[in-house]
Structure formats: C-alpha cells, structure tokens
C-alpha cells in the first residue's frame, strides 16, 4: 500500500524549509529555519526539522514514503550527489548518502529551481504546459526550462543555470569570457551592494538605517522601499528587472518558449513591479514573432512551489 506522507526540504542559501505534505497535495506543517553554509550542519538542521515535524505530527519514519530535497546548485538527480552549491560552499557531496546515516528513508534530490518547476507544472499549471522558462530571483538567479511538459535537466545535469551566462556590464552577451554573470549583475544581494554604495556616496534611501544598523536587507525591505517610492532602490532594482528582461528576450528568441513563470523572494515580495519591468526589458529585447507568444508572469505558488515539487519528484523516481 501507498504510503500517505512525503517530506520535502527546500535548501536556500540562506534558510532551510522543511515541509510535510499528504501524498495528494496537503501541506500539514511547516519548519523555516536559518542555514549555516557547512556539510555537517546543513545535513544536522536537515534532520532535526525533519524530527520535529514528525513528533508534532505523531508519525513514525515509517509513515513518510521519501525526502524530497532542492538544492541550490547543479546535482545528479540519479546518484544523490551535489556536484557545486556555491551559495552553499559544497562540492561534489553526497548529501543522499549522509542524511541516510540518521534517516532511513529514500532520499531524492532535485536543483532547487528544477523542483520548483516540477511543482509549479503540476500544481498551478495541472501539468499543461508546453515550452516554458522559470526563473527564480534571490540569493542567486537559477533556471528551469520545460519543453512538451516534460522538464530538461540536459546531458549532465547542467540545464537551466542562467545565473552563471557571462554577460557584458550592460545586460548583453558577450563572446569574451569575464566576471560580469546574469547572478552577479541582477540578484538581490548585488541590488544591495549598489544600493549601499550609493548610500555611502551620499544618495538619501529609505533603506540607510539598515545600513547603519548593520541589518540584514531582505526582499520585502526592498518592496517596502519601492513602495515608498525610494529613488535609489527603485533605479537598482529596476536596472536589474532590465538585464534579467534582455537576458529572457534573447533566450526566447533561441528557444522560442511560450511562458516565462517568475519566482524566488524578489519576485515574491514585489510581483507587479518586477513583472512589469521584466517584460519591459524582454520586449525590446526579443524579435518580434517568438516574443508576441511569450506570457511572462509570477507562480502563485510562491515559497511552496519546491515543497509541491518534492511531492512530483517522488511521483518520477519512486512511482
């Protein structure tokens, strides 16, 4: 018989979320927890929200089918290995293999955008998309790509990592290899920093007492700014909706996808203005015949488009 429970951890650079969910799609709880970038402690915050949410639900290891774990960075989905996480500092570990040491239990693995698609397929699209981009914006900028409904993990597993295409200061591709990336140019923390060194050459933000308190400045810091109507933090934010926007045009351009679905916690805090601006940027950018097909728009889903993507990843793997 069919278990009826699965446990899905969605690993971020900066937290660990850790869900239960019903085998049909019920989320019973939820643990967020903050995330030391280190094997041991990652794998240990991994299994004691695990732990917790088993006793609060009174169930036994025994009860949950599969651990389904999304993971920022490049990993193989089949042996359980993260080849890089640099957010997270991991190279070529096998995560799969310790988290079974405490838990015995079928461990899957996902890239975490890629399981947000899986999730964000099923459950906000009921499995009827055909070509389509997602695209989370936050610590970093990662990629999924779904061709015919079915998602496109690549010959290595290397498919859909836009954060690391090299681009020119400007937002453009270059030939010419360098340290300017889609990541570096658009994601919240480079917002930041060039939010702060305006700040520090004088520029007035709403945002120069986190600053001064040395306060960690989130997205929904950013989206309060914005509504604020914060110049400075408008001008970054907007610059970087620009470079993402080209980047998607040209992409489309290649690909010639029909939905281009936005998430992440930059997305999530501020939807409209990043959407808006986005497809500003894309229109410009893409020819004209692809891009008149192209739908751009945020998931619903928000943070728990991974959790229901770990119920999909078990559904492919274990089913």
Known sequence: MKKKFVIAVDLGGTKVLTALLTRDGKIINRLKNSVI?????????????????????KLKSS?????????????????GIIAVAPNLKLINFNIGKELK???????????????????????EYKDKLKNALVVFIGTGIGGALIFNNTLYRGSSFYAGEIGHMILNENGSFTSKPGKMTLEKAASRP??????????????????KDYFKQKKKIKSSALAKAVKGKDKVAIRHITDACRTIGTSL?????????????LGGGVVEAMPDFITKNIKS???????????????????????????????????????
Not at 190 to 204: C, F, H, L, M, T
């Open 37 to 57: 970038p280190s094997k041991s402690k990652i794998v240990k915050t991994i299994t004691s929200s695990i732990a917790q949410l088993l006793t609060e639900a």
């Open 63 to 79: 009860d949950i089918e599969a651990i389904a774990l999304g993971v920022p960075g490049t990993v193989n989905p089949e042996k």
């Open 101 to 123: 040491k405490n838990l015995k239990l079928p461990i899957l693995i996902e890239n975490d955008v890629n399981i947000a698609a899986l999730g964000i397929k099923k459950f």
């Open 190 to 207: 480079q917002i930041v920093k060039r939010i702060k060194a305006d700040i520090k050459n004088g520029s007035d933000s709403l945002l």
């Open 249 to 261: 045009g040209s992409l489309t351009t290649l690909l010639n996808i029909d939905t281009i679905i």
């Open 281 to 319: 940027a894309f229109d410009k950018a893409v020819l004209p015949e692809p891009g008149k097909l192209t739908k751009i728009t945020a998931t619903k889903l928000g943070d728990d488009a991974p959790l229901y993507g770990g119920l999909s990843l078990v559904e492919e793997f274990l089913n």
